[in-house]
């Protein structure tokens, strides 16, 4: 019997790792920011056809991918205080986890105050995200205690999502890449630059409704 072939793999894109014929390399739309993003990809999301974490990537020229669920406690470490740069290694970077501050889950101790002082330094400090659904999101917030020991920033004034291609269970609940852009509006809010992650966002919404009509809206929760 002759041996089986496995199927020849599909063209992938080097740059933003999605299919060739998916590409989102030409819909990003780099952003000027000076706090870093340090984006926490669960690995469902990596495939994931309407995750926005991997256009976040593409437009934020500070910020970095990092894969898994459960991280190897030294390895996460060392990427939330690992300078990225000689200007680090002068004054680190402060890990900032976004991420509702409240209420804590029951049974959980209520996360670190956010030092007022930090926010008025947005070039001090690394904005920590995590690429999931809100139920894999908790799971992975649980599952790193390094994480749990970060102080949080909460949105503040969140307006509804235009994630219209992925259906959320509550108003707050926005993708990765439009809470990432309302944080860094928040840390930096003279920055004109960022409206560039909403020209990206509304792009890629706009080419996936073509793959994905109204009737299909995926039920799963969105990201944070």
Not at 60 to 71: D, I, M, N, Q, T
Not at 207 to 222: E, H, K, T
Request: glycine share 4%.
């Amino acid at each position: 019997m002759a041996p089986t072939c496995a199927p020849p793999k599909r063209p992938t894109c080097p740059q933003c790792q999605r299919p060739a014929s998916a590409c989102l390399c030409a819909l990003a739309r780099p952003a000027r920011h000076r706090a870093q993003v340090l984006i926490l990809m669960h690995p469902l999301e990596v495939g994931h056809a309407k995750g926005t974490g991997r256009l976040l990537h593409l437009c934020l020229p500070h910020s970095r991918v990092l894969v898994g669920e459960a991280f190897e406690p030294a390895a996460l470490q060392h990427e939330l205080a690992a300078p990225w740069s000689d200007a680090d290694r002068l004054a680190p970077r402060r890990a900032v986890l976004l991420y509702p501050a409240t209420p804590p889950d029951a049974g959980r101790p209520a996360p670190p105050t956010l030092p007022a002082g930090w926010l008025a330094e947005p070039a001090r400090l690394r904005l920590v995200v995590l690429d999931a659904t809100w139920r894999k999101s908790r799971k992975m917030l649980w599952a790193n205690p390094a994480l749990q020991r970060l102080p949080r920033l909460a949105l503040q004034g969140v307006p509804a999502s235009r994630y219209a291609i992925r259906k959320a269970h509550a108003p707050h609940q926005l993708s990765t890449l439009e809470a990432v852009q309302l944080a860094l509006q928040q840390l930096e809010p003279g920055n004109a630059g960022l409206a560039a992650l909403g020209e990206a966002m509304d792009a890629f919404v706009a080419g996936q409704r073509a793959f994905w009509p109204a009737a299909m809206l995926d039920a799963s929760n969105n990201t944070p």
